[in-house]
C-alpha cells in the first residue's frame, strides 16, 4: 500500500491545476450545502437577534387592557419580566434663525428598572440611569446638540417638569433603535405623573426555558383573556417564513448542486483517463482489483475532504460578519447576539456527503478503468466512438414522462421541484440524440456543399465521446446558469424600478396632511403629494392576516410608482388585494371580500369590497400583502395620517434642508432622491453580488469541465490526428476541423439550452410563488439569447486548448507508439 500511496500524492502533486479546480468544485458545492441547511435552521436565531437588537432576550409582550399589578406573573414558568413605562414628553427647544416655527417638541420616554433592563439587553451594562440621569439616543443628541452632562427638562403629565441630566449617548442598540427616545428609571418615570404612580399596561417576558415558550404564552392568554399576547419567536407568521425561506435556500442549493455534479462528473472522467496509466502500473504489479479500485477512489474522497472543509471554514468565517452586518444595527457598543457555530453533525454530513460525491461521479468511469485488460491499457488503446447507453435512455425517457406530469402540480411544492430536477436530468441523458441528429443534417449539409472539413467536423461531432460529451454538459450548464441569470434580472428589475419619482421623500411622524400645508408655500417646491401607508391586522373574510394597507390617489399620482397593477380608479367600494393573497385564498376579480380593518383593536371597522384588480408587485413592502383602498377610505378608517410627502422642485439639497428646519418633528426624516437610491442600493447589493457570483463560477466550472472533455477527447485521437497529418491534412485544417467541431457541439447545445433554460425559469418562478417569494420571474428572451451568444463565444473559446495541444503534438512518436 506505501508504494499505492506514493503514486497516489505524485499524481495529485503533478496535476495542481485539476488538483485546485476539484477542489474548488467541491468548496462550492459544499459551501451552498451550508447556507442551505445551517444558515435556514438558524432562523429561529436570526430571528431571535433582529429582535434582540430592539427587544433584548424577550420572548413574548403582553399589553393588556388594565393596569397590572405585582402578581402579574405569580404562577408562570421561569422567567424575568420587565414592566414598561412610555410616555411622549415635550422639551423645549428652538430653531436658530426664526423661533417662531417651533418652540417645543415632543419626545418617547421610556422607564425600566435598570437591573432588570440589563439583564434582559434593553439597554448596555454600562449605562448608568441612577440619580435622576437620562440615557438619550445619539440621534437626539446629534439633532438637539445635548453632550453628556447637560441638563434638560422633560415635561410630564399636565406639563410637570423634571429636570433630568444627560448620563449617556447611546447609539442604536437595544431600547435605542426605536429611534429618537430617552429612557430613565421606573422610579424617576413616576415624578413625571400627578400621582406618582405608573399605570403599566405594557409587559415584556422572557422565559429562561425557551422550551417552554409557547407554555408561558398560553399561560398570559389564559389568565389575561383580554390582553394581546406576542409570542416573538412561535408564531404562525414566524413559522411560515422560516419554512418558506428554509425552502427557497433549498431551491437554491438545488440548481448549484446539479450544475456542480455535471461539471464534476466531466473533470473527474478526465482524472480517470489521466491515471490510466496508473491503473496499468498497479495491475501489472500484482496488486488486485478491489485495492486499484481504493486506490481511484481514495484519491477523489481527498478531494472531497479538503474541499468540504475549506467550504465549511469558508462558510463560518462569513457567517458571524453576514450575521453582524445583515442583523446588527450601530457601532462597537451594539448588543449583538450570539451567532452560533454549526452542529457538529451537520459538518460532518457535509463532509462526508463531498466525499461520497467525489467518489460517486466518476463510479461508472472508474469500473471501466479497472476492467480494461491490461495490454489495452499499456498500448493505450481507447474507444472513442460514442454509443449511448439504453440504460440512461430509459432512465431519461421515465425522468422526462415525470417532469411532465409532475408539471400539472404547479400548487405543490415537492411536484414542482421534483419536475425541475427530473426535467433537467432527463435532458442530459437524451440530449446526445439531439446532437447526434443535428451533426448528421449538417454532415449531410456540407457533403452536398462540398466542404470536406466541415462534413469531417460534423462527423465527429456527433461520434465522438468527448465532443458529445461536451454538449451535454453545455447544454445543462447553460441552461442552469440561464435560470440563475433569469433570477438575478428578475430581482435586478425589480430593485431597479423607482417607487418614487420626487426629488425629496421624507417620513411623517403621525401628524395630518393640513399641518404641512405650508410645505407647498416654500420657495423652489414645484409639487407636493402625499403617500398613505400603515400596517394593519386585518380580516379577510375569516382569514387573519397582516397586510400592508395603501391609500390610492384617485386623482393620479405623478411622484409615486409604487405597484404595478391595472386600475387607475377606485371607487368606495372597490379595492385591490395582491396577487400573493389572491391565490392563498382562492380570489378572482369580481369577487365580494369582507374586510375587517383593526381586528385586533377596540373598535374593528368592517366594509365589503369588489376586488377591481390584483397587485401584481407592491415595489414598497413587496410583502405579498398589499390591500389598496380609494384614498378617501383610508382616511375614513385610519384618519388622515399620511405616512410619506413626496416633494419636487428644483435644488434637491436646499430644499431637503428648508423642510427639515421648517417642520420640527412633524418630519421623522427626510432624504432626497439619491440618498434613496443609495441606501436602497446598499441595502440590495449583497445579494446581486452573490448571484453575480454564482453566474460566473457556473460559467467558470462550465469552462473547465468542457476543456477537460476536449482534452480527453483528443487524448484518445491522438494517433487519429496523427494519420490524417502524416497522410493528407495538415495541422492548420485539423484545427480547422476542431474548431467548427466545436462550434457545432456547443451551437446545438446552447441553441437548445435557450427554450431550457426559459422553461425551467417558468417552473423556478412557479416554485417562488409556492414558497410566497414576492418576485415576478421576467424571462427577457431577447437578452437571454444574446447570453447564449455569449456563452457560445466563451464555449468556442474551449476548443483552443486542443488545438494548442495538437501544435505541440509527436507526430513521429505517436505513430511509432504501438
Known amino acids: 500500500m506505501r508504494l499505492v500511496f506514493k503514486h497516489l500524492f505524485k499524481n495529485i502533486w503533478a496535476h495542481k491545476l485539476r488538483t485546485v479546480l476539484l ?186 426555558d425557551d422550551a417552554r415558550v409557547a407554555e408561558a404564552e398560553k399561560f398570559f392568554k389564559k389568565k389575561y383573556p383580554t390582553a394581546e399576547v406576542t409570542n416573538f419567536l412561535e408564531s404562525k407568521e414566524v413559522t411560515d417564513a422560516i419554512k418558506s425561506v428554509t425552502r427557497l435556500f433549498v431551491v437554491l442549493f438545488a440548481v448549484c448542486m446539479l450544475l456542480v455534479i455535471f461539471v464534476t462528473i466531466s473533470v473527474s472522467e478526465r482524472m480517470i483517463v489521466d491515471k490510466m496509466s496508473v491503473v496499468g502500473t498497479f495491475r501489472s504489479l500484482g496488486i488486485s482489483a478491489k485495492k486499484t479500485t481504493f486506490a481511484l477512489m481514495f484519491e477523489n474522497a481527498l478531494y472531497g475532504l479538503v474541499g468540504s472543509i475549506i467550504g465549511i471554514i469558508a462558510y463560518c468565517l462569513i457567517k458571524k460578519p453576514f450575521f453582524d452586518s445583515a442583523f446588527v444595527i450601530g457601532g462597537t457598543d451594539a448588543i449583538k447576539p450570539p451567532v452560533p457555530m454549526p452542529k457538529w453533525y451537520l459538518i460532518a454530513a457535509v463532509i462526508i456527503g463531498a466525499m461520497l460525491i467525489e467518489c460517486l461521479c466518476p463510479i461508472k468511469e472508474a469500473i471501466k478503468a479497472i476492467k480494461t485488460p491490461i495490454r489495452d491499457i499499456i498500448f493505450n488503446t481507447k474507444e472513442t466512438e460514442y454509443r449511448p447507453s439504453r440504460v440512461f435512455t430509459v432512465i431519461g425517457i421515465i425522468l422526462l414522462a415525470v417532469s411532465v406530469v409532475t408539471f400539472f402540480f404547479k400548487d405543490s411544492f415537492v411536484l414542482s421541484m421534483t419536475c425541475f430536477v427530473c426535467f433537467i436530468a432527463s435532458v442530459a441523458m437524451l440530449f446526445n440524440y439531439v446532437e447526434r441528429g443535428i451533426a448528421g443534417l449538417l454532415a449531410k449539409l456540407f457533403a452536398k456543399r462540398n466542404f470536406p472539413i466541415a462534413h469531417l467536423a460534423a462527423v465527429e461531432a456527433g461520434n465522438k465521446k468527448s465532443t458529445v460529451g461536451s454538449s451535454v454538459l453545455c447544454v445543462t450548464a447553460a441552461a442552469l446558469a440561464i435560470v ?65 394597507v395603501y391609500g390610492f390617489n384617485n386623482e393620479g399620482a405623478e411622484l409615486l410608482s409604487a405597484f404595478d397593477l391595472d386600475a387607475d380608479h377606485l371607487e368606495k367600494d372597490e379595492v385591490c388585494l395582491d396577487r400573493m393573497l389572491m391565490k392563498k385564498y382562492g380570489y378572482k376579480e369580481g369577487d365580494k371580500v369582507k374586510i375587517t380593518f383593526m381586528d385586533k383593536g377596540y373598535l374593528p371597522i368592517v366594509r365589503e369590497f369588489t376586488i377591481k384588480a390584483k397587485v401584481k408587485i407592491d415595489y414598497m413592502a413587496a410583502t405579498g400583502t398589499s390591500v389598496i383602498v380609494s384614498e378617501e377610505v383610508y382616511k375614513e378608517i385610519y384618519n388622515d395620517f399620511p405616512q410619506f410627502m413626496l416633494v419636487r422642485g428644483d435644488d434637491a439639497k436646499a430644499l431637503k434642508k428648508t423642510i427639515q428646519d421648517h417642520s420640527g418633528d412633524f418630519i421623522q426624516i427626510a432624504y432626497t432622491k439619491s440618498e434613496y437610491d ?65 462550434m457545432i457541439s456547443s451551437g446545438t447545445a446552447l441553441l437548445f439550452a435557450v427554450p431550457v433554460g426559459i422553461f425551467m425559469s417558468y417552473e423556478f418562478g412557479r416554485i417562488m410563488d409556492i414558497l410566497e417569494q414576492v418576485m415576478p420571474v421576467r424571462i427577457p428572451v431577447i437578452k437571454c439569447i444574446f447570453y447564449a451568444i455569449f456563452l457560445f463565444a466563451v464555449f468556442t473559446l474551449v476548443s483552443l486548448f486542443p488545438i494548442r495541444a495538437l501544435k505541440k503534438m509527436d507526430v513521429v512518436s505517436q505513430l511509432k507508439y504501438e
Open 23 to 208: 477542489i474548488l468544485i467541491i468548496a462550492v458545492c459544499s459551501f451552498t450545502a451550508m447556507i442551505s441547511f445551517d444558515m435556514s435552521g438558524s432562523l429561529n436565531g436570526m430571528i431571535k437577534g433582529v429582535l434582540s437588537n430592539t427587544l433584548g432576550t424577550s420572548d413574548i409582550e403582553v399589553e393588556t387592557k388594565s393596569p397590572v399589578d405585582d402578581s402579574f406573573g405569580e404562577g408562570a414558568p421561569d422567567c424575568n419580566i420587565i414592566k414598561m413605562a412610555v410616555m411622549g414628553s415635550a422639551f423645549d427647544r428652538h430653531i436658530d434663525f426664526d423661533s417662531s416655527y417651533v418652540n417645543r417638541s415632543m419626545i418617547s420616554v421610556f422607564g425600566f428598572e435598570e437591573d432588570t433592563a440589563k439583564k434582559m439587553s434593553l439597554i448596555r451594562e454600562g449605562t448608568d440611569l441612577s440619580g435622576k440621569k437620562a440615557a438619550i439616543s445619539e440621534s437626539f443628541a446629534d439633532e438637539f446638540g445635548y453632550k453628556v452632562g447637560d441638563k434638560i427638562v422633560f415635561h410630564g403629565e399636565q406639563d410637570k417638569p423634571v429636570e433630568f441630566t444627560v448620563g449617556s449617548i447611546e447609539k442604536k442598540q437595544g431600547i435605542f433603535n426605536m429611534g429618537e427616545i430617552a429612557v430613565i428609571s421606573y422610579e424617576d418615570m413616576k415624578e413625571l405623573t400627578l400621582s406618582g404612580e405608573l399605570e403599566i399596561t405594557d409587559v415584556l417576558i422572557d422565559v429562561k
Open 484 to 548: 440563475i441569470y433569469i433570477f438575478s434580472n428578475s430581482l435586478a428589475s425589480m430593485y431597479d424600478h423607482a417607487a418614487f419619482n420626487c426629488d425629496v421623500i421624507c417620513t411623517l411622524s403621525g401628524c395630518k396632511s393640513d399641518l404641512l400645508s405650508y410645505v407647498e408655500q416654500l420657495d423652489g417646491v414645484d409639487k407636493v403629494e402625499y403617500f398613505y401607508l400603515t400596517v394593519d391586522n386585518l380580516k379577510l373574510d375569516n382569514e387573519k392576516v397582516d397586510c400592508y
Open 678 to 742: 443609495l441606501n436602497i442600493a446598499l441595502t440590495r447589493a449583497a445579494i446581486k453580488m452573490i448571484l453575480n457570483i454564482l453566474i460566473l463560477i457556473g460559467v467558470g466550472l462550465t469552462f473547465a469541465g468542457v476543456v477537460s472533455n476536449q482534452l480527453i477527447g483528443l487524448e484518445g485521437r491522438k494517433r487519429e490526428c496523427a494519420v490524417m497529418t502524416s497522410v493528407a491534412m495538415p495541422r492548420k485544417k485539423l484545427s480547422k476541423m476542431f474548431l467548427i467541431e466545436n
